[in-house]
């Protein structure tokens, strides 16, 4: 099993920044894939950003440019750094992660989520 575990999240005006981490724990063989969704109240859970172990990433139309997601593989954790933060950036953010079991198959594992609230 593994384990995400979110934090940084929290109250900002507009136009200010926030980093989250989220790092994995557990029996871990290797974590490919990992990434951030978040959701807003009356919403469906959205991609924000994804990144490979090789650090390929991906960005959502609405945050490419204000948002820049990063890993440490040998810290096992993930950072989405905000900036230029928007209300409509608030929501809860969730951490994601594709990890292999010691047979090899893939499984995919959800943080708890941390709020996000930004201020007009």
């Known amino acids: 099993q593994v384990q995400l575990v979110e934090s940084g999240g929290g109250l900002v005006q507009a136009g200010g920044s926030l980093r989250l981490s989220c790092a994995a724990s557990g029996t871990i063989f290797s974590i490919n894939a990992m990434g951030w969704y978040r959701q807003a109240p009356g919403k469906q859970r959205e991609l924000v950003a994804t990144?490979?172990?090789?650090?390929?990433?991906n960005y959502a139309d609405s945050v490419k440019g204000r948002f820049t997601i990063s890993r440490d593989n040998a810290k096992n954790t993930v950072y989405l750094q905000m900036n230029s933060l928007k209300p409509e950036d608030t929501a809860v953010y969730y951490c994601?992660?594709?990890?292999?079991?010691?047979?090899?198959?893939?499984?995919?594992?959800w943080g708890q989520g941390t709020q996000v609230t930004v201020s007009s």
């Open positions: 994601n992660a594709n990890t292999p079991d010691r047979w090899g198959m893939e499984n995919n594992y």
């Open positions: 990144i490979t172990r090789g650090r390929s990433t």
